[in-house]
């Protein structure tokens, strides 16, 4: 089993950054392929950004290329994802997946995704 947490979720006005983080406290997941996905009010849950586990690849959702950043730091066991240029359409719970999976493709199934943690707010205010 391997426990999840994210954290870094909060209200900002769009136009605005944050930075999301993900950890797997007392287990390392610099082996394995992470990703992060989002679920808004009323809608399903939807993939946002994934990486391989060296960070070597990553894939966006086209709703946030160009203004998501995803980083995988295995020195520190964290995930991150920067968002700028926010917009009230990215209101939603993300959630940080892990993927027990060390090769060179990208999935954006959530399906293929066997830990997840509990989700942080993003909340843009227009």
């Known amino acids: 089993q391997v426990q999840v947490v994210e954290s870094g979720g909060r209200l900002v006005q769009a136009g605005g950054s944050l930075r999301l983080s993900c950890t797997a406290p007392?287990?390392?997941?610099?082996?394995?392929?992470m990703g992060w996905f989002r679920q808004a009010p009323g809608k399903e849950r939807e993939f946002v950004s994934a990486?391989?586990?060296?960070?070597?690849?990553?894939t966006y959702a086209d709703s946030v290329k160009g203004r998501f950043t995803i980083t995988k730091d295995n020195a520190l066991n964290t995930l991150y994802l920067q968002m700028t240029s926010l917009k009230p359409e990215d209101t939603a719970v993300y959630y940080c997946?892990?993927?027990?999976?060390?090769?060179?493709?990208?999935?954006?199934?959530?399906?293929?995704?066997?830990?997840w943690g509990q989700g942080t707010q993003v909340t843009v205010s227009s």
């Open positions: 997946a892990v993927r027990l999976y060390t090769g060179v493709y990208v999935s954006t199934n959530p399906n293929d995704y066997k830990y």
């Open positions: 007392g287990r390392t997941v610099r082996n394995y392929a």
């Open positions: 990486t391989t586990w060296d960070g070597g690849t990553s």
